[in-house]
């Protein structure tokens, strides 16, 4: 019996070192891990410091490169400044570009002929008459011109026997926006006179 209970202690010993053993062993696994860890770290940030040294060993030539197109940049601006000294000479012609342009105004004849035009093609559609209003003439041949003078005299000039003021101005040369004069287009034939030669 007393063998029995030597062998029991024993082995009750043994299962208990074990399990002292296993946990010391689990204490020591996260230090062994932690130590195991540090030299691969160690290991990985000597392989980023030798690509980041790669790279910018492969970015120097680069900037080399850019260097030498900085210089030709460098060289360009002169060319530009050259090419800027040329206008500057020519400030004369920028001071004639200055002035206003000159206007082109129409000629009574083409305000007659285009009031000749109107009467034609009213006497083609059997109109009686139209009437023509200076402004709006004006307007309608050169917009945003003065020549309020040349359309006036256009459309007295046009004005035949049996025509006749819808609105006549005041001023004593009929020169005005508000002229207006209905033309009779029945009867467009070249013996009609004129509507001042009647008076």
Same mark, same amino acid.
């Given at each position: 019996m007393p063998v029995?209970?030597?062998e029991k202690e024993e082995t009750v010993k043994k299962s208990t070192e074990k399990k002292t053993a296993t946990k010391a062993a689990a204490k020591k696994a996260p230090a062994k891990k932690a130590a195991e860890e540090k030299p691969a770290k160690k290991a990985a940030e000597k392989k980023v410091t030798a690509k980041k040294t790669e790279t #910018?060993?492969?970015a120097a030539p680069k900037k080399e490169t850019a260097a030498k197109t900085t210089t030709k940049k460098a060289a360009a601006? =002169?060319?530009e400044t050259a090419v800027k000294k040329t206008p500057a000479?020519?400030?004369p012609a920028k001071k004639a570009a200055a002035k206003k342009p000159e206007?082109? =105004?129409q000629s009574v004849q083409h305000y007659e002929d285009v009031i000749n035009w109107k009467k034609g093609e009213a006497h083609a559609m059997d109109w009686l008459y139209i009437e023509i209003n200076a402004g709006d003439l004006? #307007?309608?041949v050169e917009a945003g011109v003065d020549n309020l003078d040349t359309c006036c005299k256009a459309i007295l000039?046009?004005?035949l026997e049996g025509d006749g003021f819808?609105?006549?101005p005041s001023e004593e040369d009929k020169v005005s926006d508000r002229l207006t004069v209905r033309y009779y287009c029945d009867n467009l034939s070249a013996d009609r006179r004129k509507y001042f030669d009647v008076l």
């Open positions: 029995k209970k030597v #910018t060993k492969a601006p =002169k060319k000479k020519k400030a206007v082109f =105004k004006l #307007t309608e000039n046009c004005m819808i609105v006549e």
